[in-house]
């Protein structure tokens, strides 16, 4: 079956440092790739999102490009701020369209100052 | 903006109690969910409805049960609280058009 596989955390960077969260998956067909946050006390918002292989998201200065080869989604971003500091979840959406997502286990960034 | 609402943010109950969770979303989304979030086990599906009535078994179903009598309102119910079901619960909503997930802020139930 379909899963999601994401780095263990905690991750813990100094502000402006460069951020990548790994995340790989395992699918059959064409799956769709996202990125949730959750912020402290909050629920879990899209951060970003691809469609298709070679597509690359981009949102508040994440990225990530969905590789098709490496069956992978990693998120960089160049220069972490304290505000960044959150739960990262990478997820993925299979072929039906029920809207159903497989979620990874979520990435605990810390950012200091 | 697409609001997925949770009718408590903090909720505590005893063991043994029936438990009703409240979700409600205002954009006309025909699926919606339910998850548990566990540290160290990121979300984990306990139902999903496709429409008023219909509901599917996620990967967790066992202690809870969910009704879907409008569109808009999907409610979790823990039959019995155990003090295993001490969780964050988070619904959500999908949008196809958007082709994302919408979710609400969660509730933090405790079981005692």
């Known amino acids: 079956g379909n899963s999601v596989t994401q780095m263990e955390g905690p991750v813990t960077l100094s502000e402006e440092a460069f951020l990548t969260i790994n995340c790989t998956y395992t699918?059959?067909?064409?799956?769709?790739l996202f990125w949730y946050v959750q912020y402290p006390g909050e629920g879990l918002q899209l951060l970003l999102k691809a469609t298709k292989a070679d597509d690359k998201g981009s949102n508040k200065g994440f990225e990530a490009t969905y590789r098709k080869e490496t069956t992978s989604f990693h998120l960089e971003k160049g220069s972490v701020q304290v505000s960044d500091s959150a739960v990262y979840f990478c997820?993925?959406?299979?072929?039906?369209?029920?809207?159903?997502?497989?979620f990874g286990q979520g990435t605990t960034l810390q950012v200091k100052p | 903006d697409v609001k997925v609402t949770q009718s408590s943010r903090y909720l505590v109950k005893r063991t043994g109690e029936k438990v009703f969770l409240e979700c409600v979303q205002d954009?006309?989304?025909?699926?919606m969910f339910w998850y548990r979030q566990d540290p160290g086990l990121g979300l984990r599906l306990i139902y999903f409805s496709y429409d008023v009535k219909m509901k599917e078994k996620g990967d967790i179903p066992e202690g809870y049960s969910v009704s879907r009598e409008k569109k808009e309102r999907f409610s979790l119910i823990l039959e019995s609280a155990s003090t295993n079901q001490t969780s964050m619960y988070l619904c959500?909503?999908?949008?196809?058009?958007?082709?994302?997930?919408?979710f609400g802020p969660g509730t933090r139930l405790t079981v005692t």
């Open positions: 954009m006309d989304h025909e699926n």
């Open positions: 997820a993925l959406h299979g072929s039906s369209n029920t809207g159903k997502l497989i």
């Open positions: 959500a909503s999908w949008g196809a058009h958007e082709y994302e997930q919408y």
């Open positions: 699918a059959t067909g064409y799956p769709s």
